[in-house]
């Protein structure tokens, strides 16, 4: 492997074609470093991007170099070096001179002839130490711990201390008929019989102290699937609605023969403005498109494939906090009197705690963070959430009163909506008390009224753009204080929303 070089190319070292019969002169094209193994082995790239040769003072190496074409006519070159106090060149043998903070040195080949402005030459960055800094640590990272056979996997090596002198390592494999490893730390899947082969890549350091890291490479076979079939338990035919803001959902599915190569099946969406789909994860739009999708697997040597009908529900939100990486609604963020609300997510639910609304008072609001929520209160009419009462919470701390609004801003038909849910504090139609001592809070979306805009339309999907229930005006407390909230969800009607309490093993009493 040689060093990449700036080159030009020149066809003649002569432009008067006035002269003559005499054949023209052949100028280089290129010179490029033509250097061992061994001190190919010890070349990193630095910030720069320059290729960089470490040596420790009274070392020295001799650079060759390569020149194109073969037929050229001038074959003298030139060396030289940047920084005489750094390294010295002579005919291509290079003298480490001193590192005593005199940075690095460039040491150039070029052809004689051409030496100034000819674009033809090739450089090396030499940087110089007065003693050897041993690597302590040595990290081996690739983007992935699998490669197919017959395909690459680019590892790296991280050293410790950075000041090490040494910044590459020599690679190695531990079973060469699973996997090559070049001296940049190319890997190379080899096939062989196992449909996993295993094997261990190791990196040493080039200073002689011995400090190695391993990492283990799993080399796959190519088994390609016969046939494939999606578990249904997500299909609409088996009752199953997604909400908008679930986002995703990674579907299950076995195939024939079981280890086959998984990625060699075919995903498709028959309609990707509702959802898309790569290697069995369904990602639902984002932009209010709602209905039916085909989702479809196919083993493309047989042809034998399998489908599963999914369901994105206008009007459904379902907010449960079981995904920590995927919920929509916390505390509002806000801050008061040298205090802050926050939450903190827990399987099932968030514990939010409140901020010092004044002296008295405390508040923390519950909001919507997605850019939109649609709403229908005809499909889904029955709003509801599952979440503490502080005044049962913490009645014995003095807390008798809060203010809890479902408050919100949208369209629907061409019709703004705004304001506090029913027009004032506290509106909820019912309040069903858990066993747990949680409270659920229910609003009818087709009967109650926004502040601004009145009753919402039946027969529309309504778009909001803000969504949030304000928990202020707790009083009186003048501590932070912390509730807990386990869902917001919509629902088609009362019973339903019975059933689901009962569903998590719960009672209640009616208390609205």
């Known amino acids: 492997m040689m060093l990449s070089v700036a080159s030009v190319a020149l066809v003649s070292c002569s432009d008067d074609d006035a002269i003559s019969n005499l054949p023209a002169s052949i100028c280089p094209s290129s010179i490029v470093f033509n250097l061992p193994s061994d001190i190919q082995q010890l070349i990193y790239k630095d910030e720069t991007g320059a290729n960089v040769l470490p040596l420790i003072k009274g070392e020295s190496v001799n650079l060759e170099y390569t020149m194109t074409p073969e037929n050229i006519t001038y074959k003298d070159v030139v060396w030289t070096t940047s920084n005489p106090a750094v390294a010295t060149v002579d005919n291509g043998k290079v003298m480490a001179v001193s590192g005593d903070g005199t940075g690095y040195s460039i040491v150039q080949v070029a052809p004689i002839a051409m030496y100034s402005g000819s674009g033809v030459y090739s450089n090396l960055k030499v940087a110089v130490v007065n003693e050897l800094a041993p690597a302590q640590t040595i990290t081996i990272s690739s983007d992935v711990d699998n490669v197919y056979a017959g395909e690459t996997l680019q590892l790296s090596a991280s050293i410790l201390p950075e000041n090490a002198t040494y910044r590459t390592v020599k690679w190695s494999s531990s079973n060469e008929s699973v996997a090559k490893v070049d001296m940049n730390g190319l890997l190379t899947g080899i096939e062989n019989d196992n449909i996993h082969a295993k094997v261990i890549i190791t990196a040493t350091s080039l200073d002689g102290a011995g400090i190695t890291a391993s990492k283990e490479i799993t080399v796959d076979k190519r088994v390609p699937p016969e046939d494939v079939s999606i578990d249904q338990t997500y299909s609409v035919d088996k009752g199953y609605l997604f909400a908008i803001s679930d986002k995703k959902v990674t579907l299950n599915y076995t195939t024939v023969p079981e280890d086959c190569t998984k990625s060699l099946i075919e995903w498709s969406s028959n309609n990707t403005e509702i959802a898309t789909v790569n290697a069995g994860v369904v990602t639902f739009n984002q932009n209010g498109v709602f209905g039916d999708v085909i989702i479809t697997a196919t083993c493309p040597e047989t042809g034998k494939s399998s489908s599963i009908t999914l369901r994105l529900e206008e009007g459904l939100v379902r907010e449960l906090f079981h995904d920590q990486n995927n919920y929509n609604w916390y505390d509002a963020k806000q801050s008061g009197n040298g205090t802050s609300s926050s939450h903190v997510w827990s399987d099932g639910k968030i514990t939010v705690t409140t901020y ?16 939109k929520t649609w709403l ?25 009163a809060c203010a809890i609004n ?10 703004t909506y705004s304001g506090n849910f029913g027009g004032d504090n506290n509106k909820w139609l019912h309040d069903y008390k858990c066993s747990d001592g949680s409270h659920v809070f229910i609003y009818n979306l087709s009967s109650q009224t926004w502040k601004n805009g009145g009753t919402m339309p039946t027969t529309s999907v309504a778009t909001f753009t803000t969504l949030q229930f304000k928990y202020a005006d707790i009083a009186t407390i003048t501590t932070q204080i912390q509730y807990d909230v386990h869902w917001i969800q919509t629902f088609k009607t009362l019973d339903d929303v019975k059933a689901y309490i009962e569903s998590e093993g719960l009672t209640y009493d009616v208390i609205k």
């Not at 004044?358 to 909001?367: G, V």
């Not at 979440?387 to 009645?395: E, F, G, S």
């Not at 479902?406 to 019709?415: H, I």
């Open 356 to 371: 010092k609304q004044n002296d008295t008072k405390q508040r923390a609001d519950l909001k919507c963070w997605s850019p």
């Open 376 to 400: 229908h209160a005809g499909k889904y009419p029955i709003f509801a959430v599952r979440m503490d009462d502080v005044r049962d919470l913490y009645k014995d701390q003095g807390v008798t």
């Open 406 to 415: 479902l408050d919100a801003s949208g369209t629907c038909d061409g019709v």
